[in-house]
C-alpha cells in the first residue's frame, strides 16, 4: 500500500466519477491521488510527517475548469470600460473620462487602449465613435474593444495609422462602419487586426507579469485548469517562462493551430481553433432568421460568416484528417449549419473514431443541430453565462422571446446524451464557475427573469460541465476532472456543498482554497 503525503479528512467529497460517490477522506502522493474513501481508511495511509487536513465538513470537488477561456487577458492592464455589473462605466462621457485619464499619464504618440465597453449598457446605446474618442486626444492614438471584443473604435489618429479611409475596401469577413457623409465612424467589426496590428508588442516580461496578475484571479475562484481559446509557440513559451519562475498556479490547456509534442503536466497544446462568426451582441454573429430588432439601417439583417462554407471545409479537412481536435466558434445557428456540414464531410472523407470536435460558445442550437451533433459525437462548450448578463437584452434586442428562451440550450443537449462544458470566456465576463453553475440550474437574467426554464439542468450535471466533462472534453479525463486513485490531485475546496444549498446561492458560496497537485493556494477573501 503506498503511504501518502497528505491526507483530507473529514469532508463531503464529490468524486464526480462515474458513479457520483461521494466520500469524506482522500490520501495524496507526490501530486495524484492514491485513495478514496472513509476518514479511517485514509488515515491509515498517512505516512511518517504526513501533512493531515482536517477539511471540517468542508465541501471538497475537482478542481474547476475554465473551459473556454482567453487567460491571462483578465489582468491586462488595459482601461477597463465595462458596465455594471463588472465595471463602473455608465455612458459615453464616463467612457471618454476614464481613457483622458490614461491619456494624460501616456507619453504623446503611444496608445491609449481600453476594453470591455457595452454599447447596449451604455445611457447612449451606441459605440463610442471617432468624434467621442478624438476628445479623449488627438495626441495619441486610441484604441478600445467592445465587451465581445469582436468590435473596436479607433479615434482618428489610429485610423490615419491603419490606413483606413473613406476609400478603403470593406475587409472580408467583417465591416468598417461609415457614418452618413461616407465617411469611417470608427467603429470596426470583426477585422480587428487592422489597427491591432499597429499596436507595439508587449515585451516577454510584460506577457509574464500579466499571467503572475492573472494566476491568482483563477484559483480565488476555484479554477485550477484553463482552457486557452487561441494562442501560438510563443505565448506557450510565456507559461512555460512564468512556470518555471513559479507564477503559474493552474494548469493550461492552449487551442493553437502549431502542433506541440512537448506537453507536460501542467501545459499542454490542445485544439485547432477557427472562427466561422462573431458576437451575437455585436451583431456578427450568423443567424438562419433575422435579428429581433434590426441594427440601424439594416433590413432583414442577420449577421454573416467569417468564411465561406466551402473555405471552412477546407480547413477543417486539413486538420482532421492530420489527427487534431478542432474547436470552432460559432455562436449564430446559421454558422453552426456550417460548422456541423463541415465535421460531418471531414469524417466521411476521413473516418476517425472519437474526434471530439468542438463547437465553442453553440448559443443559438436548434433542435436539429443537437441531433446532429449527437450523431457525430461533436462536444459544444457553451457560453452559457449569456443568459446572466445578456439575457434581457436577447430578449429586447438581439434575438426576441422564442429564441432567447433557447440559447445555451444545456437541457436538450443533456437530453441526448451530448457531453458539454460551461464557460466565462474570460475577459468577456469575469471568471466565475459557480455563477455558471448557478446559471445553468435557476436560467434566472440580471433582471430576474427566468429565461427558458425548460433548460434547466441539475446542480450536479452543471458542476459535472465543469470538471469530470471538461477533461473529457479537452481528452484530459485519464488524468484529470474527477477525484480517482492515479488522478491529479486538483481539488477546490468549498465551504458549503453546492447540492445542500438553495440554487440562487451557489454563487455566493466561499471558495475556500484551490489545490493544484497537491499544492495549496489558500483564499483569504
Known amino acids: 500500500m503506498l503511504l501518502a503525503a497528505a491526507v483530507y479528512l473529514n469532508g463531503t467529497i464529490l468524486t464526480m466519477d462515474a458513479a457520483n460517490r461521494v466520500v469524506d477522506a482522500v490520501a495524496v502522493e507526490e501530486g495524484r491521488i492514491v485513495g478514496v474513501g472513509s476518514s479511517r481508511e485514509m488515515r491509515q495511509r498517512a505516512g511518517v510527517g504526513a501533512r493531515v487536513v482536517d477539511l471540517e465538513g468542508r465541501a471538497m470537488l475537482p478542481g474547476f475548469w475554465a473551459a473556454h477561456d482567453h487567460f491571462p487577458a483578465a489582468a491586462s492592464d488595459r482601461v477597463d470600460l465595462n458596465s455594471p455589473p463588472i465595471g463602473r462605466v455608465h455612458s459615453i462621457d464616463e467612457l471618454v473620462a476614464a481613457l483622458r485619464e490614461r491619456a494624460r499619464a501616456t507619453p504623446p504618440g503611444q496608445w491609449v487602449l481600453g476594453r470591455g465597453y457595452d454599447d447596449t449598457l451604455l445611457r447612449e446605446r451606441r459605440h463610442p465613435n471617432r468624434r467621442d474618442l478624438d476628445s479623449v486626444s488627438t495626441k495619441h492614438p486610441v484604441w478600445v474593444v467592445h465587451t465581445s471584443g469582436h468590435l473596436g473604435a479607433a479615434n482618428s489618429k489610429a485610423l490615419a495609422m491603419a490606413g483606413i479611409s473613406r476609400d478603403t475596401p470593406q475587409p472580408p469577413g467583417g465591416a468598417i462602419r461609415k457614418d452618413a457623409s461616407g465617411e469611417p465612424d470608427g467603429v470596426i467589426e470583426e477585422a480587428l487586426g487592422r489597427v491591432a496590428r499597429l499596436i507595439p508588442a508587449a515585451t516577454r516580461e510584460e506577457r ?12 480565488a475562484r476555484g479554477v485550477t485548469t484553463t482552457v486557452i481559446a487561441g494562442g501560438s ?47 451575437i451582441q455585436g451583431y456578427t454573429g450568423f443567424l438562419s432568421a433575422p435579428y429581433h430588432r434590426q441594427p440601424e439601417g439594416k433590413q432583414d439583417f442577420r449577421g454573416y460568416p467569417a468564411r465561406s462554407r466551402a473555405e471552412l471545409a477546407a480547413a477543417v479537412r486539413r486538420y482532421h484528417r492530420a489527427g487534431r481536435q478542432i474547436a470552432i466558434h460559432g455562436n449564430g445557428d446559421a454558422a453552426i449549419d456550417d460548422i456541423l456540414e463541415a465535421y460531418e464531410t471531414a469524417q466521411r472523407e476521413f473516418p476517425r473514431k472519437d474526434a471530439r470536435h468542438r463547437i465553442e460558445h453553440c448559443q443559438t442550437a436548434r433542435e436539429d443541430q443537437l441531433d446532429r451533433m449527437a450523431r457525430l459525437g461533436v462536444t459544444p462548450s457553451f457560453f452559457n453565462g449569456h443568459v446572466y448578463y445578456w439575457g434581457d437584452r436577447h430578449l429586447e434586442l438581439f434575438l426576441g422571446p422564442a429564441r432567447a428562451a433557447r440559447i445555451s440550450p ?40 427566468v429565461l427558458g426554464e425548460d433548460q434547466r439542468i441539475s446542480v450536479m450535471d452543471a458542476l459535472r460541465a465543469v470538471t469530470i466533462d471538461a477533461a473529457w472534453q479537452n481528452f484530459e479525463e485519464r488524468r484529470g476532472g474527477s477525484i480517482e486513485p492515479g488522478k491529479f490531485a486538483d481539488f477546490t475546496i468549498l465551504d458549503e456543498n453546492p447540492l445542500q444549498v438553495a440554487p440562487e446561492r451557489i454563487s455566493s458560496i466561499r471558495v475556500r482554497a484551490a489545490i493544484v497537485g497537491g499544492a495549496d493556494t489558500i483564499n483569504k477573501r
Request: aromatic letters at 4%; a positive charge.
Open 410 to 449: 444545456l437541457a436538450s443537449a443533456r437530453r441526448r446524451g451530448i457531453r458539454f462544458t460551461l464557460h466565462n470566456d474570460t475577459p468577456v465576463t469575469p471568471v466565475d464557475p459557480l455563477l455558471l453553475i448557478q446559471t445553468a440550474v435557476t436560467r434566472r437574467t440580471r433582471a430576474g427573469a
Open 233 to 279: 509557440a510563443e505565448s506557450i513559451a510565456d507559461l512555460r517562462e512564468a512556470r518555471d519562475r513559479g507564477w503559474l498556479p493552474l494548469r493550461a490547456v492552449h487551442m493553437m493551430r502549431e502542433a506541440d509534442d512537448h506537453g507536460d503536466d501542467r501545459i499542454r497544446a490542445g485544439a485547432v481553433k477557427l472562427f466561422q462568426d462573431g458576437s
Open 208 to 219: 509574464v507579469q500579466t499571467i503572475r496578475r492573472a494566476g491568482p484571479l483563477y484559483t
